[in-house]
């Protein structure tokens, strides 16, 4: 069965630091990967999306991800966090290439201290 | 701007009472999409509509129905609330789907719902 993880459920940073999100995924197929912000009391915001090509790809608000085949991952990078960011944070994994449904990760909830 | 709008953002209904959340999108999408987000859960997949076609998920309760009379909108209808439907609804769009079809969800900002 399809399955996405995201092993940490909460991370702390400092403003100015880097940040790696991990995602990992379970699909027998190629598979269409997605990362999405959740701000508190707010819908989802598409950062990223890989669907095929080049495996690192460039999101908006400075984040990249990186699709790696071999170790099912699809990890979200941010060389330099702003307190802003601070959110919760899911990948999540396109199941059936007939029509658009997704299967989301447990999520992330990031914290940044100034 | 709004793309995909949801009303109300907050809802309070009494147990058993029903309810309707409503969404509309201003994106002509064929794809609308319902989920249910319980607190620190990720988004849960309801049901969806491929234009007319209505598409349940096998575990979806039958205390959830929704209604798509045009493009435009789709509600969700919860029949009679329990204590453990009280969550964050959100509804999404996307354009179409197909094989190879580079789609992506867009949603709407949820409605909170509150069952007293």
């Known amino acids: 069965a399809q399955s996405v993880t995201q092993p940490d459920i909460h991370i702390t940073v400092s403003e100015g630091a880097s940040l790696e999100l991990r995602c990992n995924y379970s699909?027998?197929?190629?598979?269409?990967l997605f990362w999405y912000v959740q701000s508190p009391g707010q819908g989802l915001q598409l950062l990223l999306k890989y669907f095929s090509g080049d495996t690192l790809v460039q999101g908006i608000k400075g984040f990249e991800a990186e699709f790696k085949r071999s170790q099912s991952s699809f990890n979200l990078r941010k060389p330099s966090v702003h307190w802003s960011d601070a959110a919760e944070y899911f990948c999540a994994v396109g199941v059936d290439p007939s029509y658009d449904k997704v299967i989301f990760g447990p999520g992330t909830s990031l914290s940044v201290i100034p | 701007d709004a793309m995909v709008i949801q009303n109300p953002r907050y809802q309070v209904t009494q147990f058993g009472k029903p309810v309707t959340l409503s969404c509309s999108q201003t994106l002509n999408h064929n794809v609308m999409y319902w989920y249910q987000q319980k607190s620190s859960q990720a988004p849960k997949l309801l049901f969806h509509y491929y234009d007319k076609d209505f598409n349940n998920e096998a575990d979806t309760p039958d205390n959830f129905q929704s209604r798509r009379p045009n493009t435009s909108f789709c509600f969700l209808d919860i029949r009679s609330p329990g204590l453990g439907d009280a969550a964050m609804y959100l509804c999404a769009t996307s354009r179409d789907f197909g094989s190879g079809a580079e789609e992506t969800q867009y949603f709407g900002p949820g409605t909170r719902l509150l069952v007293l």
């Open positions: 699909y027998g197929a190629t598979p269409y």
